[in-house]
């Protein structure tokens, strides 16, 4: 039987609702966990110091924060300017 003591989250939406990725924190703390994680996450004014904190706690050692280009050119080639509206 092999045991999963380490996972990554490349989703940039894995705090897209600060709610249900603190109740995951919730569920690794409660389970008594010990296992290692990180995850990528968007800057959202949602997440508070409070869900970081329980990220840690739960075993998340590192988060990756994308940044978007300033540059109007690069966000027209990209189509992103497009994406990003429809949010």
Request: proline share 2%.
């Amino acid at each position: 039987e092999k045991k999963v003591n380490r996972f990554s989250i490349f989703d940039s939406i894995v705090n897209g609702k600060p709610e249900v990725l603190e109740r995951l924190c919730d569920l690794i703390i409660g389970a008594g966990y010990k296992i290692r994680w990180e995850a990528n996450v968007m800057a959202l004014p949602q997440m508070s110091d409070r869900i970081y904190a329980k990220m840690k706690d739960s075993g998340c050692g590192l988060v990756y924060f994308g940044l978007e280009s300033g540059c109007e050119d690069i966000l027209r080639r990209s189509d992103f300017k497009k994406r990003r509206e429809k949010r």
